[in-house]
Structure formats: C-alpha cells, structure tokens
C-alpha cells in the first residue's frame, strides 16, 4: 500500500492535523462559554472495571509442544523511510492465551470466522482447583467440583463460560508451567473427560477455559476432552490470564476471537466485565 510519495504526503497530514489543532484551540479559547455542546447519550455503562484475562505473547511464551514458538514481527515498513510503522506477523495459531475453535478437532466443526458472535459474550463461571492442583499438577477438574460450585452459586447460567483456575498461571515463566517429566510427558490440570461431557449434555455451555496448556491434562495422550467438546461445535480457550481478578460468578467475558478465514484457532483478547 506504500505509493511513490508516500511519505511526503504522511508528513503534510500530520502538518496540517497539527495546524487545525492549534487553530481549534485558538477559536476554542476564542469563544468560550459560548455555543456549549452537551455530551451525547452514551449507552449505559453497566460494569464497573474491566479485567485483562490475556498474557501478553512474545517469542518467550511457552507452547505445548514445547518447541519456540513462532511469533515474529518482521518491519516491511518504518516511520523514517515510509512515514508509517508496519509489520508482517509470522505466527502459528495455537500461542499464548488463545482460542480453540471447533474446527481444530473436527472437520465439520467452525472455523473462527463461522462462530456465532452471540455465544463469545458469555457469563464467566470460575471453579477453583487451587488446592487440588497444588497437591496434584496431574489435576482433573470433576463432576464433583462442578456440583460443589453449584452448591454454593448456584446452577450453571445459560450460555456460560466455565473456567478452570488451578493457579497454573502462577507458574509462566517457570519450567513447572509446562512441567515435562523425563519421558516427554507433561503435567498440568484440565478437565476431566468426565466434567466435559456432563457441561456439554447437562448443562448450557458455550465455552470451557483452562489457566494451562491444554483442555486436556498434561499427561493425555487421545486428547478426549479436546475431541469430546470441540466435536460439539463449540469453543475452547486456552492459557487464560488473571482468573484470581474475577469472581466466580458475575463477570461477563468477551472472547476477542481472531476472525481469520478457515483459522482453527489463534492468540485472542479475553476480557471480564465485572
Ligand atoms: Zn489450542
């Protein structure tokens, strides 16, 4: 998109952008108290803060396959030489906080572009796995642990996101957070094959959210929860930041899902309205 002349034009932008603000300013300060423009009608803002459930990804952000992952930046355009910055992003889908979309485990299932925007503003329910996890990084998130949130918040709401928090995001940056043994295999929580099929036939659920690597548990090796949840055409999310800032009902989450065409999933910006 660099035209010949690119840069000159760039620069008499910013001149002139430059020019009207300071005329602005001069008649602004010309005529005030005079010709005062009520503010618009905002749509009510009905939450309060708004919670980051994203890590920042760069090349350091450790994938479950455990080799480097693949986000580059590569400069194809600079301020000094094109009057704009831009870069060209070499990266694989499945890095840093991320969704999976069905599509990633079964072949009918949606794409990214094909998920329904409705079902990626969810109520957010956050089951707390902490002690368990502490005690057993091997972890599975259970039936049981479902029906003790439910004991004490209630039944799952409609449409809902269930996340797991095991505390595992307390380890990034650490070898624990992807916790290979010697023989290759890993060891983190996730949810039980079990949990997952009793939130996909018993109850409303949009999405599921784990705090690690994986819906699975680290030492899985036929991916059950992956094929059990995604074959259901609906969504994963993985990796997710700061699920200690959210409550464990209340927060209603925004899945920023990356809408690339045929993408099976990718680096997402999760936030919590609380
Ligand atoms: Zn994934």
Redesign the pocket.
């Known amino acids: 998109m660099c035209v010949e002349g690119c840069h000159k034009a760039v620069q008499k932008a910013i001149a002139r952008r430059e020019f009207i603000e300071t005329a602005a300013g001069v008649v602004a300060g010309a005529t005030l108290g005079a010709n005062v423009i009520e503010d618009a009608t905002a749509a009510p803002r009905n939450f309060t803060k708004a919670i980051d459930l994203t890590h920042t990804l760069n090349k350091e952000f450790p994938t479950y396959g455990g080799t480097e992952n693949y986000v580059e930046l590569e400069k194809i355009y600079t301020i000094e030489h094109d009057g704009y910055l831009m870069y060209k992003w070499h990266i694989t889908e499945?890095v840093g906080t991320?969704l999976?979309a069905p599509a990633?485990f079964s072949p009918e299932g949606n794409s990214c572009e094909e998920i329904d925007v409705e079902t990626l503003v969810t109520p957010l329910a956050v089951i707390n796995v902490k002690t368990q996890a502490a005690l057993n990084s091997d972890y599975q998130v259970s039936i049981a642990d479902i029906e003790a949130w439910e004991n004490v918040h209630g039944r799952l709401p409609d449409h809902c996101c269930v996340a797991m928090n095991s505390g595992w995001s307390d380890h990034l940056g650490t070898d624990k957070f992807r916790n290979e043994d010697s023989q290759g295999s890993l060891h983190f929580p996730g949810f039980s094959i079990e949990a997952a099929e009793f939130l996909r036939d018993k109850r409303n659920v949009n999405g599921i959210a784990v705090d690690t690597l994986s819906l699975d548990y680290g030492p899985s090796i036929d991916f059950s929860v992956h094929v059990a949840w995604l074959l259901s055409n609906r969504w994963?999310l993985?990796a997710v930041a700061n699920l200690d800032d959210v409550p464990p009902i209340g927060a209603t989450l925004v899945v920023g899902s990356p809408k690339i065409e045929n993408a099976t999933?990718g680096p997402a910006r999760l936030i919590a309205l609380i």
């Open positions: 499945h991320h999976d990633h994963g993985e999933g």
